[in-house]
Nanobody, 121 residues
Framework: QVQLVESGGGLVQPGGSLRLSCAAS????????MGWYRQAPGKQREWVAT???????NYADSVKGRFTISRDNAKNTEYLQMNSLKPEDTAVYYC???????????????WGQGTQVTVSS
């Protein structure tokens, strides 16, 4: 069974940094695009960043220049380095990955369980 496990959330002061990790495990044949989303209280989930299997990245305007998405294909892991954090970055952060399981020749979107990031003084 494929699953994504996130880590790295927490409480940080404005201007600080955090690094989120998301590790995929299970019977994985292939991982395509990977990404991060976030959901603040009372708001809809929004896209933050994506990285293609070849390494091409895209960012939401709200995080461009402050966040960096990366991946380690050997470890089936993606990362989100968050710098210059602002109170409005406070949210539950979710990772997503397009994974083809060994058992089925079809790619599915898998989600992590979410990790809380709180930016506050």
């Amino acid at each position: 069974q494929v699953q994504l496990v996130e880590s790295g959330g927490g409480l940080v002061q404005p201007g600080g940094s955090l690094r989120l990790s998301c590790a995929a495990s299970g019977s994985i044949f292939n991982i395509g695009g990977m990404g991060w989303y976030r959901q603040a209280p009372g708001k809809q989930r929004e896209w933050v960043a994506t990285i293609a299997s070849g390494g091409t990245t895209n960012y939401a305007d709200s995080v461009k220049g402050r966040f960096t998405i990366s991946r380690d294909n050997a470890k089936n892991t993606e990362y989100l380095q968050m710098n210059s954090l602002k109170p409005e970055d406070t949210a539950v952060y979710y990772c997503k990955a397009r994974i083809t399981p060994v058992q089925y020749p079809v790619a599915y979107d898998y989600w992590g369980q979410g990790t809380q990031v709180t930016v506050s003084s």
